[in-house]
C-alpha cells in the first residue's frame, strides 16, 4: 500500500498571541507613562543613548513590540522596528504567555532560558529593574510578590502614578 | 529541589592528565586543524611554558602558524586586532591559547574578529549576537581559576572608547581544554590562591543562584570539595603535580557549573572593584565571598547549608546541626581565607588590597550595573552593595 506523506503545516495559537499581543500594548503604553513620571525609571535609563531602541520579541516569529527612547523617555514603537540596539526574546509563544499573563517573573524566565538577550547586558540589567517597576504599578502586591526578588516600595508617589496609569496613562501613553 | 525547568551545556571536549599536551597535536587534526596560532604571554613564555609546548609538537609534521606571547594583564582589543592580522599573514587555521583569563579571553576575541572576518569588535560585543560556528579553539589554562577553558563568555577592554566589552556565546565555547600539570607548576603561591578563590567563588555562587540545576550543582560541589582538599597544598608544595592537576580540575568543573548557572553578588563587586580599584579579579573574589554569602543567607540559608559538606567534610556535617549549617560553612570559608593569607599573604579585605574608602559607593554603582546580579538569589541595590563593601572593607 502507498502511504502518502504530505507536509504537515501545525496551527497557529491564535488565543494566545492575541492575548500576548494585547499585553505588549499595556506594557508598551505603561513603559512610556512610567518613564515620563517615576524618577527611578527615569534614571535607569538615563544613561542610555537618545534614539536607543529595545524590542521584545516571541521567537521564531512570534508578535513583538519596540520601545525608543527619546527626550529622557521610553516611547512605544508597538511592531514599528524589526530591529534594535537592544533585543529581549521569548523563546517560544508558550513561555511568553506565561510570563505575559502574569505566572512567572522576568528573573525565573531568564533563569530558565524562557527569555534571552542580544545585545548590552548591562543595559539589559537595567531595563530588568524598569520592568520590575513597571509590573509593580500594573498589578497588585500580591501577584508582584511571586514575580520579583524584591518588591519595589510603594510611595505615595507611585500610588498616584498606579492610578493614573489605571485612569488615563495607558490610554494616553503620557 | 529540581528546578521547573532547566538547560545544561557544555560540548567542551575536557582532556587532563599527565603530559596531556603530547595529545594536542593529534587532537589538532581530528579537529580539522593544521597551522594553528599560538596566544600566550610574556609570563607563560619566561616560565618556560612555551618551549614544553613546541616540544610536545615534536615528530608531529605539524607547522605552528606563529607564536604571539605578548597578551597584556587585561585583555584589549589592540591586541585581538594586532593578532587577527598575524593570524591572517600567516595564514593559520586554529587557535591555541595558553595562559590565564586574559590570554584566553584574547584568543576568544581573535576566535571572533577571523571568524567574522571583520576588524571591529565592538560590533559583536553583548549576549547572543554571534552566529558562525567559529575556528578551532584549544584552551590550555596555565592558572586554575577563570574556568574561561568551558565558558560561553569572554571580557575585553576596548582602550579607545575606555569600556568593557562581554562577549556572550555559545559560539564561543573552546572545542577543547586541556589540562597538563607541567602548566601550573611555575605560578607563584599567591596567584595560585588568588585564582583558587576565584574558582572556589564560581562553584559556590552557581549552586546558590537561581539558576542552579542539578548538573551544575554535580560539577559545583565536586569542585568545592576538590579545592578543599588541595589548595593548601598547592600554595604550599607548588611542585606537586598531582596536586595542580586536581587544581586544574577543579576550576574547569568550577568553570563548567557557573557556565550553566551563572555567579552572583560576589562576582557584580569584584568586577566592579576590578574595574575602578584595578584589584585582581581573584583577590576581590577571596574578599567578598563571605560578605556575599552573608548577604544571601536570608534567601537561600538552605543551599549555603548544603555546601558545608564539600566544603569541610563529612564529619564536620554531620555533627553540625541543620540550623547551624549556613553559619558554619561562612565560618569555614573565612578559615579557609585567614589560612591563605598566612600561607601567602592574600588580601582579606579591601583596605589590604589598596582599595580607598572614597572609592566605595563608585564601586556600589557600578556592582549594581553589572549583569552578574541578575541571577543572585536576592536583589542587591546600591545601598546593599555599600553596606557589603564597608563590611569587606577592614
Redesign the interface.
Known amino acids: 500500500m502507498n502511504v502518502q506523506y504530505r507536509p504537515i503545516v501545525p496551527s497557529i495559537k491564535r488565543f494566545k498571541i492575541f492575548v500576548i499581543k494585547i499585553v505588549f500594548i499595556v506594557l508598551g503604553r505603561a513603559f512610556q507613562s512610567a518613564s515620563q513620571h517615576d524618577e527611578e525609571i527615569k534614571k535607569e535609563i538615563s544613561s542610555w543613548r537618545d534614539g536607543f531602541t529595545l524590542i521584545m520579541k516571541v521567537m521564531p516569529d512570534g508578535p513583538y513590540m519596540g520601545l525608543e527612547k527619546k527626550n529622557n523617555m521610553l516611547e512605544f514603537k508597538g511592531s514599528q522596528l524589526k530591529q534594535a540596539d537592544l533585543e529581549i526574546y521569548f523563546r517560544n509563544v508558550e513561555s511568553a504567555f506565561m510570563i505575559m499573563t502574569p505566572q512567572m517573573g522576568s528573573h525565573q524566565a531568564f533563569a530558565e532560558r524562557r527569555m534571552s538577550i542580544k545585545g548590552d547586558l548591562g543595559i539589559a540589567t537595567a531595563f530588568t529593574r524598569a520592568l520590575v517597576i513597571v509590573m509593580s504599578l500594573l498589578y497588585p502586591e500580591f501577584i508582584v510578590k511571586r514575580l520579583v526578588k524584591r518588591v519595589p516600595p510603594l510611595t505615595l508617589k507611585r500610588a498616584g502614578l498606579r492610578v493614573w496609569l489605571y485612569t488615563f496613562g495607558i490610554v494616553l501613553a503620557r | 529541589m529540581l528546578?521547573?525547568?532547566?538547560?545544561f551545556h557544555n560540548p567542551v571536549k575536557i582532556i587532563s592528565g599527565n603530559k596531556a599536551l603530547d595529545n594536542l597535536p593529534s587532537e589538532l587534526e581530528i579537529l580539522g586543524a593544521k597551522r594553528p596560532m599560538v596566544v600566550t604571554d610574556k609570563g607563560v613564555a619566561g616560565a618556560g611554558l612555551v618551549k614544553i609546548f613546541i616540544d610536545s609538537f615534536g615528530s608531529s609534521g605539524m607547522t605552528i602558524g606563529a607564536i604571539f606571547d605578548d597578551v597584556p594583564p587585561d585583555s584589549s582589543s589592540e591586541v585581538v586586532e594586532k593578532i587577527t592580522s598575524i593570524f591572517r599573514q600567516n595564514k593559520c587555521d586554529s587557535i591555541v591559547a595558553l595562559g590565564g583569563g586574559s590570554v584566553i579571553d584574547t584568543a576568544k576575541g581573535v576566535n571572533i574578529l577571523v571568524t567574522e572576518n571583520s576588524d571591529d569588535l565592538l560590533k559583536f560585543?553583548?549576549?547572543?549576537?554571534l552566529k558562525k560556528k567559529m575556528k578551532p579553539l584549544v584552551v590550555i589554562p596555565t592558572t586554575s581559576g577563570t574556568g574561561s577553558e568551558v565558558t560561553v563568555v569572554a571580557v575585553i577592554s576596548d582602550v579607545k572608547r575606555n569600556l568593557k566589552m562581554?562577549f556572550?556565546s555559545t559560539y564561543l565555547l573552546p572545542d577543547i581544554a586541556l589540562l597538563d600539570p607541567r602548566m601550573t607548576l611555575t605560578l607563584p603561591p599567591k596567584m595560585t590562591a588568588a585564582t583558587a578563590m576565584d574558582a572556589m567563588c564560581h562553584a559556590v555562587e552557581s549552586y546558590i543562584n537561581?539558576?542552579k540545576n542539578p548538573m551544575s550543582d554535580a560539577y559545583a560541589v565536586a569542585a568545592i570539595e576538590m579545592i578543599r582538599k588541595n589548595v593548601l597544598k598547592a600554595v604550599s608544595d607548588g611542585n606537586n603535580a598531582q596536586v595542580r592537576l586536581a587544581m586544574a580540575n577543579a576550576s574547569t568543573m568550577a568553570g563548567i557549573a557557573f557556565s550553566n548557572s551563572m555567579v552572583g553578588v560576589v562576582h557584580a563587586l569584584g568586577h566592579a572593584a576590578g574595574g575602578i580599584c584595578h584589584i585582581p579579579h581573584g583577590v576581590a573574589m577571596n574578599i567578598f565571598l563571605p560578605f556575599g554569602l552573608e548577604y544571601n543567607l536570608p534567601?537561600c540559608r538552605e543551599n549555603i547549608g548544603k555546601l558545608l559538606l564539600p566544603l569541610a567534610g563529612a564529619e564536620v556535617y554531620a555533627r553540625t546541626p541543620e540550623s547551624r549549617r549556613a553559619e558554619q560553612t561562612i565560618n569555614h570559608i573565612v578559615e579557609l581565607r585567614k589560612a591563605l593569607n598566612d600561607l601567602c599573604g592574600l588580601p582579606i579585605n579591601l583596605k589590604q588590597a589598596g582599595v580607598t574608602e572614597d572609592k566605595l559607593s563608585e564601586i556600589a554603582q557600578a556592582a549594581?550595573?553589572?549583569?552578574s546580579?541578575?541571577?543572585n538569589?536576592?536583589?542587591m541595590?546600591a545601598n546593599d552593595a555599600l553596606a557589603i563593601l564597608k563590611k569587606a572593607f577592614e
Not at chain 2, 528546578?3 to 538547560?7: F, G, I, T
Not at chain 2, 549594581?368 to 549583569?371: A, H, K, S
Open positions: 528546578p521547573s525547568y532547566y538547560e560585543s553583548g549576549a547572543e549576537v562581554p556572550a537561581l539558576q534567601k549594581i550595573n553589572d549583569p546580579i541578575v541571577m538569589p536576592r536583589e541595590d
